[in-house]
């Protein structure tokens, strides 16, 4: 039973566009996070966002940004899209803050940029 | 930081075989260690996980064992069926890090 909800499923986008990916969970879960995962399927934890408190990966480039109005919806929003951020989203959450708790994860956004 | 290595990329069983996976870890500081599977075309799920405070735990046809010492962790899957195929992930955390650091996945391929 999906608990963790996100939009669109694919989209396609030429390269310099803003893009925008919802994320919603259901499970009244803290903290919620997004995950980027490449064509080689490696997973790389981009986001963690509870209670308000933002967590960024270092690693991950400016024009990534989290947008939260409550905390059952993480949405991401990519401001100028680059061809090496085609890849598959995915938005998870769980009870607990910080990698030491199950974490549910929604069906991806996958991303192609031309 | 924390780097958790998956040893198998590739991994091909018979139906009624047993399967293993092994990942390691290098940060001594880990002590949860989750697994999940991702089905083809499908998102990540969990199926089981164990905390370094013991050092096996079964549930059904799946048991995960950890060896602090050698900072390594396996899933043990028995009586395998044609649906456990899928890319199994390992992953680990230390006590106060923000994040789960996840291997690079096996695909599990379980044959008629």
């Known amino acids: 039973e999906t608990a963790v909800f996100q939009t669109p499923n694919y989209h396609v986008t030429q390269v310099g566009n803003e893009v925008s990916f919802n994320c919603k969970q259901t499970?009244?879960?803290?903290?919620m996070y997004w995950y980027k995962q490449d064509s080689k399927k490696l997973l790389k934890i981009m986001f963690s966002?509870?209670?308000?408190?933002?967590?960024v990966n270092e690693t991950v480039p400016r024009r990534f940004s989290p947008q939260s109005s409550d905390k059952a919806h993480l949405n991401l929003r990519i401001k100028s899209v680059e061809p090496e951020d085609s890849a598959v989203y995915l938005c998870?959450?769980?009870?607990?803050?910080?990698?030491?708790?199950?974490?549910?994860f929604g069906p991806g956004t996958r991303l192609l940029v031309l | 930081g924390e780097k958790v290595e998956q040893h198998e990329s590739t991994l091909s069983v018979r139906e009624g075989d047993s399967a293993v996976i092994n990942c390691t870890y290098t940060d001594t500081a880990s002590s949860y260690f989750p697994w999940y599977k991702q089905e083809a075309g499908k998102s990540l799920h969990f199926v089981i996980d164990?905390?370094?405070?013991?050092d096996r735990k079964q549930s059904q046809r799946l048991t995960v064992l950890l060896d602090k010492k050698a900072k390594r962790f396996s899933l043990h899957i028995t009586a395998t069926q044609p649906e456990d195929s899928a890319i199994y992930f390992c992953a680990a955390s230390a006590s106060g890090s923000w994040q789960l650091i996840f291997g690079s996945g096996t695909q599990l391929t379980v044959m008629p």
């Open positions: 164990i905390r370094s405070n013991v």
């Open positions: 998870a959450s769980s009870w607990d803050w910080g990698g030491q708790d199950t974490q549910y």
């Open positions: 499970l009244g879960h803290d903290t």
């Open positions: 966002y509870n209670n308000k408190q933002l967590i």
